[in-house]
Each structure stands twice: as structure tokens, then as C-alpha cells.
């Protein structure tokens, strides 16, 4: 029976034989031809294949390395089993992978601007509040109202009137100017309306000069006594921002107060790991990541991704690129980086950091080395 190959045959099977002296039995050769056979048949019909030798294709195959594609197959079956089994972070043969059950993977004291969501298990940038703009009475005008008091219109909600509308045909307005070399963006209006309950629909509108305007929100009737809201879609910073009268209302209530909201901005987030160690120094690192756009997102300009083997003292940018969807909305984003040049060290993290005020959420991160 041939050793191979399942073991390699050695010198005290087949021991050497000298010229004129020994004799070679025919079951010795019958064994030797056994092992050419099963070699024969174990690498098949031209290993080699297309290359000049089959350690040249053997060569070729590991310069290659795993395929892309099952490599990221394997990272996101690790993630889905990380999830289904609720594990803060699944240690891999060079490799983590943290769907972000909870916050054990992730170095909350050097993060910045981070918010968790431990309902979903998932990142996103913190944001700030909205603002109120209250308007002082020097940046208020009119025109068509049957009574305006600008004064009363400001931190007034108290007052007897501020402007009203009684019989005025529509067309009617009530302006707010920021002043020269100043634009803000808003996103809401909120009207204090005493005698209310009468027919007063407006639009909101804004304007870059003055006279040429458009609608952020159309139809807003503050028909109930006391606030009345309305909200809009971002339509960007201008200097001038009204209402104005788009139906013939009859007596109209009495609005004695207007604030003007800006939106809460997404703050810029650096979301930074714990450390991982790394059996042997590492010359690459690959991220994957797995995110979903809330705003629209440009890689690698509204989204980095980092990799250090040193604990975080040295990052190494990675480019990313999208590898496409795993679920409706959420996307595979990944990168490889040299990190050969960073100071020595087999301590690992990664760095994902969002800018220009985007919004996103990241539902998990896995990172390799090698």
C-alpha cells in the first residue's frame, strides 16, 4: 500500500541500495511505483496549471490570499451570529468583530460626541438642541396688517396685540430681517395667537435680497388659542425670513409673539475602540463597517476610518469603499491599510470619525490584522 499521502515515505522504508552488490526484489519496485502512482493522482493532470511550476502557481495562490468577497461574508456572518447571540465583542483568529450590544468594545473616555442607542445597538453623532431666534422689534416690518405693534410682537405673549389681520386681502406680510452680511437657517416657526379660531393662513418664505422670495411651508393656520407650530425641511441660511397672508381671513386673531427655531447641528463624532492584542506585530490592518446614511454620506471625506497598532498613539488613515448592501438602507463599507511604517507594537484599535456635521448610524465594526 502507498504511504502517500497520507504520510511521506522515508529512507529506512526504501533504504539506499549499491551497484553490482544488492539485488531489487520486484516488490520493491511494485511499492515504489505505488507512491509515484498515488503522487500521480493526488496533484492530478497539470498542477501547474498556467504557470511555469506548481510552486509558481502555489506562490501566485498565496500572494492572492482569501477572496475579497468571502472574506467579507465571513465578517458579516460573525456579526449577524454576534447579534443573534447578543456577545459584546467575538474574538477571531486576528480579528474582532463588535455589533455593539453594548459599549464593551469601545473606549468611551477617549470617544467624543458619541450617542448610544442600547435599544439598537448602534453609534450615532451626538446633536445639539434647536435654538430660539426671538426677533427684536428693529428687525420686524409689515405691510397690509391692520394693526402691528412690533414692540408687543417680541417675548409678548401676554399682550393685547402685536398684529392682527381683521379684513386684509391676501398678500399681507410680516418680515423678519437679519441685517447685512447675516444669514441664519430655520426650521420652524411658533405663533402665540390670542382670539384665535378665525380663518389666517400664511406661508412662510424666505429671501437672499428681499424682494425675490420662497416657500419653506405653505398653508400654516394658527387658528388655536395660544402656540401654534410649524416645522419645514432644511432650506438652507438667508437673511430675510416672513409670513405672509394667502386668503382673505375676515377678523384674523391676534398673534402677539413669533419665535424663530434654528435646527440642532450634528456634532462631528470620534468613535475610538478598546485595545486588542495582536499575537504577532501586524503589518496590515482591514476595517469593515457596517452603517447606515441618515444624511448623504461621502466616503472618506464625511467618514473616516483609522487603524493603529501601537494603542492609539500613531492612526493610519484606511480608505474606504462601499462594498454594498446587507440589509435595505445598510451598507458594507471597508479598507485595508499598511501600517508597517507605525512605531512596533501588536496593541490594536480602530478610529471611525464623522465630519461636516453628518448624521449616520454605525451598527458594528470588525477589524483584522495581519
Known amino acids: 500500500m502507498a504511504k502517500y ?26 511499492e515504489l511505483k505505488n507512491e509515484i502512482l498515488a503522487i500521480c493522482q493526488e496533484l492530478g493532470v497539470l498542477p501547474k496549471g498556467s504557470y511555469a511550476s506548481v510552486r509558481a502557481r502555489l506562490d501566485a495562490l498565496e500572494a492572492a490570499g482569501v477572496p475579497e468577497s468571502l472574506e467579507l461574508n465571513v465578517f458579516l456572518n460573525a456579526f449577524r451570529i454576534a447579534a443573534v447571540g447578543s456577545l459584546s465583542v467575538l474574538q477571531m483568529a486576528a480579528a474582532i468583530v463588535d455589533e455593539y450590544e453594548d459599549e464593551t468594545g469601545i473606549d468611551t473616555a477617549a ?8 435599544a439598537n445597538d448602534l453609534y450615532t453623532p451626538t446633536s445639539e438642541t434647536e435654538t ?35 379684513s386684509s386681502s391676501p398678500g399681507a406680510w410680516l418680515q423678519v430681517d437679519l441685517g447685512a452680511g447675516n444669514a441664519k437657517e430655520y426650521t420652524k416657526l411658533r405663533l402665540y395667537a390670542r382670539n384665535a379660531g378665525l380663518n389666517s393662513t400664511w406661508d412662510i418664505q424666505y429671501s437672499d ?58 456634532n462631528n463624532m470620534t468613535l475610538i475602540s478598546d ?30 476610518a483609522y487603524a493603529s497598532r501601537d494603542g492609539g498613539t500613531t492612526w493610519t488613515q484606511i480608505t474606504l469603499s462601499d462594498e454594498g448592501h446587507y440589509e435595505s438602507g445598510k451598507r458594507i463599507l471597508t479598507g485595508t491599510a499598511d501600517i508597517s511604517s507605525q512605531p512596533a507594537g501588536t496593541s490594536m484599535k480602530y478610529k471611525i470619525e464623522t465630519l461636516n456635521n453628518k448624521n449616520l448610524k454605525i451598527h458594528g465594526t470588525a477589524l483584522s490584522w495581519a
Open 111 to 118: 470617544s467624543t460626541n458619541e450617542d448610544y442607542d442600547s
Open 275 to 304: 485595545t486588542f492584542t495582536a499575537e504577532e506585530q501586524p503589518d496590515e490592518a482591514r476595517i469593515i463597517i457596517f452603517e447606515e446614511d441618515i444624511d448623504s454620506i461621502t466616503l472618506n471625506t464625511d467618514l473616516k
Open 132 to 166: 430660539n431666534d426671538d426677533p427684536t422689534s428693529d428687525m420686524l416690518s409689515q405691510s397690509g396688517l391692520s394693526a402691528f405693534n412690533a414692540a408687543e410682537c417680541v417675548d409678548n405673549d401676554t399682550g393685547t396685540n402685536a398684529f392682527h389681520t381683521d
Open 209 to 266: 435680497d428681499g424682494s425675490s422670495w420662497d416657500t419653506a411651508y405653505s398653508g400654516f393656520n394658527p387658528s388655536s388659542s395660544g402656540w401654534n407650530t410649524a416645522s419645514w425641511a432644511s432650506v438652507g441660511s438667508h437673511r430675510y425670513w416672513r409670513i405672509y397672508l394667502t386668503n382673505t381671513p375676515g377678523t384674523g386673531p391676534w398673534i402677539t409673539e413669533m419665535e424663530w427655531y434654528r435646527p440642532g447641528q450634528t
Open 5 to 30: 499521502p497520507n504520510a511521506i515515505p522515508t529512507n529506512t522504508d526504501y533504504p539506499d541500495r549499491e551497484d553490482d552488490q544488492d539485488w531489487i526484489y520486484a516488490e520493491r519496485y511494485n
